[in-house]
């Protein structure tokens, strides 16, 4: 987790700038790319920080299974499992944000594209086990509710299938004045539809849906 949470602290000074550009990037801004898993493993030696799995997954967050990958290019066994799945979820989180020289992906379209384009960088089972664990309809997906309700996904219901939703605008479009509980086995709180980044402008803090969990 904590690998996952730094990996890319060597990326903060230029990450703005390149998820705000429109055009192609240049051969200097590929280097610092190709270059940011070993300075954010420098970053975090100098800030202290000398556990050997963590630096391990910071700078190899970018390995692929073919060898594809950087920094050093490494294959299979090589690389630690704990990195794989660090890259994994960083594709995923890639393709489900917005940019502005790309639209976001909804959840299942992400999935499917990672488990089709990336399937010879990336461990079958490994995405495999990924797609089965988070779901089509994962936790933090934007949905329209057969009510005409928006929300967030925030957990599963008893059933697998199910959902719970807290709602953050009503069916008019205005904002809730406190994010709404939706149990979505009952027929009006069903979901009726995903919706990605781009389709609906609306904002919230982690700890208004999760509570003090998520400020843990």
């Known amino acids: 987790m904590a690998a996952a949470i730094t990996m890319n602290v060597g990326m903060l000074r230029d990450q703005e700038q390149l998820q705000s550009r429109t055009g192609a990037i240049s051969s200097q801004e590929i280097e610092r790319i190709r270059n940011h898993p070993q300075q954010s493993a420098d970053l975090l030696q100098q800030a202290g920080i000398d556990d050997p799995d963590w630096l391990s997954y910071v700078l190899l967050h970018h390995e692929n299974e073919d060898g594809s990958g950087y920094p050093f290019g490494k294959t299979g066994a090589d690389i630690p499992l704990n990195a794989k799945v660090i890259s994994l979820a960083d594709r995923y989180c890639a393709r489900v944000s917005s940019r502005n020289y790309r639209k976001s992906l909804l959840p299942n379209a992400a999935l499917s594209d990672i488990l089709l384009g990336d399937r010879d960088s990336i461990e079958p089972m490994l995405t495999a086990c990924f797609i089965r664990v988070l779901g089509t309809c994962p936790t ?31 069916p008019d479009g205005a904002r809730l004045s406190s994010p709404g509980r939706r149990d979505t086995t009952e027929e009006r709180f069903a979901i009726r539809e995903m919706l990605s980044e781009d389709q609906v402008a609306i904002r919230f ?6 509570g003090d969990a998520a400020s843990a």
Request: no cysteine.
């Open 140 to 170: 933090g997906t934007l949905v329209r509710l057969k009510n005409e309700e928006i929300g967030v996904i925030t957990g599963q219901g008893e059933g697998r299938a199910t959902q719970i939703v807290h709602a953050l605008l009503g």
């Open 205 to 210: 803090t982690m700890q208004q849906l999760w």
